[in-house]
């Protein structure tokens, strides 16, 4: 969630995204965010989400597990309208 925050041009979006963070919700519905919002986080998925991980995730035994869930969660945007 926290890639997301930072990088969403929509605040309303990306307030949403921090309040589930903050109230450790520990999901959202894509639905729940304006078309324009919606497009705009299935890019930032697509673009960045995995080359994040791969840059920013500690060195453990599990990065790579990590890292390949982070690349089926950006497969599945593929089903999803992108910008």
Do not use: C, W, Y
């Not at 925050?5 to 109230?23: G, K, M, S």
Request: proline share 4%; hydrophobic share 45%; no cysteine.
């Amino acid at each position: 969630m926290e890639f997301l925050i930072a990088r969403l041009t929509d605040r309303d979006a990306a307030a949403h995204l921090q309040e589930i963070v903050d109230n450790n919700l520990g999901s959202f519905r894509l639905d729940d965010l304006s078309p324009e919002a919606q497009r705009e986080v299935v890019a930032h998925l697509r673009e960045g989400l995995v080359v994040a991980g791969e840059q920013q995730l500690p060195e453990t035994a599990q990065k790579s597990v990590v890292v390949a869930h982070l690349r089926e969660l950006v497969a599945a945007t593929h089903s999803l309208p992108a910008e």
